[in-house]
């Protein structure tokens, strides 16, 4: 079946630091990626997203490339802050039928100031 | 305008009592979610409904039945709770397409402890 591999947190980082969590997948098919994130007391939302290979999705200074050849989807920011703490949770779609998302099982980071 | 709405926010009960959670959606989506996510914040599928359809249901005692009596709706009923039902259960909706990518929206969470 589908998996989601995700580095385990936490990441502990300065302010302006550069970020990568890593993340691996196994999939059949070509499926859709997404990076969501959870902070504190909340439910998750979507950060970004790349529904085909060589994609890159970006957000709020965040970006993902769609890298098929290695199956990844690593996340990075060059600079974080510390409204960035929060737990990042990698995670893929399968194309068609109704999609059952899988989800890594997050990465909690933490930037200090 | 609030997209997904859950109630209640924090539910704290005791073991073997029956409780319910309830969910609303403003999206238009047809396609909703109950999600459980532990201590550690591991996230698991519990079930999945696309216009009224029961379309994914995850190995889950048969103490947790869903039920959605419109597309905007999904609610979550707990028969004779445990302790390790203690967790954050997490709306979310989505518009089901093929082919495409869309993404899920979630709810803020019902923090369940089962004293």
């Known amino acids: 079946g589908d998996s989601v591999t995700q580095m385990e947190g936490p990441v502990t980082l300065s302010e302006e630091a550069f970020l990568t969590i890593n993340c691996t997948y196994t999939a059949t098919g070509y499926p859709s990626l997404f990076w969501y994130v959870q902070y504190p007391g909340e439910g998750l939302q979507l950060l970004l997203k790349?529904?085909?290979?060589?994609d890159k999705g970006s957000n709020k200074g965040f970006e993902a490339t769609y890298r098929k050849e290695t199956t990844s989807f690593h996340l990075e920011k060059g600079s974080v802050q510390v409204s960035d703490s929060a737990v990042y949770f990698c995670?893929?779609?399968?194309?068609?039928?109704?999609?059952?998302?899988?989800f890594g099982i997050g990465t909690k980071l933490q930037v200090i100031p | 305008d609030t997209a997904v709405s859950q109630t209640p926010k924090y539910l704290v009960t005791q073991m073997g009592n029956d409780k319910s959670i309830k969910c609303e959606q403003n999206?238009?989506?047809?396609?909703m979610y109950w999600y459980k996510q532990d201590s550690k914040k591991f996230l698991k599928i519990m079930f999945s409904y696309n216009n009224k359809e029961l379309i994914i249901n995850e190995t889950v005692p048969n103490r947790f039945s869903p039920k959605s009596p419109d597309k905007a709706h999904l609610n979550l009923h707990i028969n004779s709770l445990e302790l390790g039902d203690s967790a954050v259960y997490f709306c979310a909706s989505s518009q089901s397409s093929q082919g495409g990518a869309y993404e899920q929206y979630f709810g803020p969470g019902t923090r369940l402890t089962v004293t």
């Open positions: 999206l238009g989506h047809d396609t």
């Open positions: 995670a893929l779609a399968p194309r068609g039928g109704y999609q059952k998302v899988t």
């Open positions: 790349a529904t085909k290979a060589d």
